[in-house]
Nanobody, 124 residues
Framework: HVQLVESGGGSVQAGGSLRLSCSVY????????MAWFREAPGKEREGVAN????????YYADSVKSRFTISQDNAKKTVYLQMNNLKPEDTAVYYC??????????????????WGQGTQVTVS
């Protein structure tokens, strides 16, 4: 069984920064794709970024490219999402997720098997 726990959400003014963390508990493969999604009120859950735990591959949605950075600390089994130059449209509940195997050049929720409970990010 795999459990994901997000933290680091909060409220920030436009132009500010936040760093989200996702800690992974339980047995996970050395070859897995970790990702961040977000879901704003009334909108579909959208993929933001992914990173492959077994290498250097990462991918970003166009809406966050150059502002957000996904990274990992495999020793701590933690994935991070550094969010800079935040905009009001970044307001959402942010979720981390994982699936076994390599990442793709898309971040699609149907590919992911395990999810965290979400953390709220509000930008005003």
């Amino acid at each position: 069984h795999v459990q994901l726990v997000e933290s680091g959400g909060g409220s920030v003014q436009a132009g500010g920064s936040l760093r989200l963390s996702c800690s992974v508990y339980g047995d996970t493969s050395n070859s897995a794709c970790m990702a961040w999604f977000r879901e704003a009120p009334g909108k579909e859950r959208e993929g933001v970024a992914n990173i492959y735990t077994g290498g250097r591959f990462s991918y970003y949605a166009d809406s966050v490219k150059s502002r957000f950075t996904i990274s990992q600390d495999n020793a701590k089994k933690t994935v991070y999402l550094q969010m800079n130059n935040l905009k009001p449209e970044d307001t959402a509940v942010y979720y981390c997720a994982v699936h076994v195997g390599h990442c793709y050049r898309t971040v699609v929720k149907e590919d992911f098997h395990f999810w965290g409970q979400g953390t709220q990010v509000t930008v005003s």
